[in-house]
């Protein structure tokens, strides 16, 4: 599905990602066990403003370890979004999602012109190579993160090295009746 043209359209890259108290979004096998699964079926579900901020994207990309984990989830989330999996060694696109889903290559910046040039211009971020990626080419500029009140001890982190300090700016934080806190941030560069 091709975004709708706009020439008002401003570019943004989101991050909106859940960690554990310590940091982490996944075990070191990949693993997110630990994760609580929302009840967003009942009038009562809470989807922590997911859906809000997916309305607002016009594009996912995503790494491929992160993109072969959601293929192991019941059901795709991301309906018609188109998604783009980074991957330098191919990855297998299951043939009901060729239509939405497709596979990039190149360097956070190459990737971000590339898919502006196709009309994309609101991207989430998601995956932690990924992500860590975008950030240190300055190419990030709001992070939600959602904290999983659990320490899982080790794992794979949100953040790893950066090239330099990345100054944020807190915009929001929210706690949720179910002990998760939202906090929302602004990258100050």
């Known amino acids: ?9 401003m570019s943004k890259r ?15 096998d990949g693993g997110i066990d630990w994760l609580p699964i929302p009840d967003t079926e009942s009038e009562e579900g809470e989807d922590y403003g997911y859906n809000d901020f997916i309305k607002s994207i016009d594009a996912l990309v995503m790494g491929r370890n992160s993109f072969e984990l959601v293929l192991s989830f019941d059901e795709w989330y991301y309906g018609d979004m188109p998604v783009f999996v980074l991957t330098n060694r191919g990855v297998e696109i299951p043939e009901k999602l060729s239509k939405t889903v497709s596979q990039l290559s190149g360097e956070p910046k190459e990737i971000v012109e590339k898919l502006a040039e196709k009309g994309y211009h609101n991207l989430y971020i998601d995956g932690g190579k990924t992500i860590q990626g975008f950030l240190n080419a300055g190419l990030i500029e709001e992070i939600t993160i959602t904290t999983i009140p659990v320490l899982i001890g080790t794992g794979i982190p949100l953040f790893g090295p950066t090239n330099r300090d990345i100054p944020l700016k807190l915009v929001e934080s929210h706690s949720f009746a179910d002990q998760l806190i939202q906090t929302r941030y602004i990258v100050q560069e």
Do not use: C, H, Y
Request: net charge positive; glycine share 4%; hydrophobic share 40%.
């Open 1 to 9: 599905m091709a975004p709708q043209p706009n020439s008002k359209k």
């Open 14 to 28: 989101s991050v909106f990602i859940a960690t554990s108290l310590d940091g982490f979004i996944a075990r070191e």
